[in-house]
């Protein structure tokens, strides 16, 4: 069932009944990367999966990440009603659950962060920058084998050709002004002196072989995080759920209740 939330900008999938956990999607990709999992989790919770601002039907803002965490904010608290939240982020969504933490500490009781970070190494801001470069010059079709290298190991694509099928599809329906806005905020971000506030528990995930968000950023986050565990996905990359959502739940236990 899909509802909207902060005011109607937000569109969101719901499912189950528990406390609050909520799932948000890579910039690369859509909420459907979270399809593999949800319905095991909407076993033990209220499993809200939103669609970014400027994703899906859920209306675009403007003013960077700033301004992204912010609207999620919103939508989280619209969503949980009080009740304590768990806010999970793949990747672009790590990045935004983590900046909510720090700018509305009271809004997730968890966080678990998966394949993100604190900011990136200059060769890191540099693909960002180039990635706008040329979907302004070019279009997104220019990038989408980029795209997808960055999601998945060239092996994994060869064996999973319908998975890849639809994975491009969702990359080519992005809005291009809003990837190009996250590619700038992405390659302009850095959160670690801010690491300190937040003061939840924090779950930092990473897949083995991610070259979007390698694991030293997984490291570098954890440690600068109060409350944070770290846990390296074998054999996988920036989307574990996608790839190995067996191992990927594993993960996930012990944690979230």
């Avoid at 060869?158 to 996250?182: G, I």
Wanted: charged share 20%; glycine share 10%; aromatic share 6%.
């Amino acid at each position: 069932m899909d509802r909207l939330l902060a005011n109607g900008t937000v569109n969101a999938a719901q499912s189950g009944e528990g406390p609050p956990l909520f799932l948000f999607h890579s910039l690369l990709s859509d909420r459907a990367s979270f399809d593999a999992i949800v319905p095991e989790l909407e076993g033990s919770f209220r499993t809200i999966v939103p669609e970014l601002p400027g994703f899906g039907r859920s209306g675009a803002v403007e003013g960077g990440l700033v301004a992204v965490a912010d609207r999620m904010a919103e939508a989280v608290r619209d969503a949980a009603g009080g009740a304590p939240a768990v806010v999970l982020g793949n990747g672009y969504g790590g990045f935004v659950a983590l900046q909510m933490a720090i700018r509305h500490p009271e809004v997730a009781g968890k966080l678990v962060l998966a394949d993100s970070g604190a900011a990136f190494s200059e060769p890191g801001r540099e693909a960002f920058r180039n990635m706008a470069k040329a979907s302004r010059e070019k279009g997104l079709e220019a990038i989408t084998d980029v795209a997808m290298r960055r999601l998945f190991a060239p092996e994994f694509q060869a064996q999973h050709p319908e998975l890849m099928q639809d994975r491009r599809a969702a990359f080519l329906r992005t809005d291009p002004d809003v990837f190009r806005a996250a590619c700038d905020a992405l390659a302009g971000l850095d959160l670690r002196a801010e690491l300190a506030a937040v003061k939840v528990p924090v779950l930092v995930l990473v897949g083995e072989h991610d070259e979007a968000t390698p694991p030293p950023m997984s490291h570098e986050l954890a440690a600068g995080l109060p409350r944070a565990e770290l846990k390296i996905i074998k054999g996988c990359a920036h989307v574990p759920q996608l790839q190995s959502p067996r191992q990927f739940l594993g993960a996930l236990e012990g944690f979230l209740l």
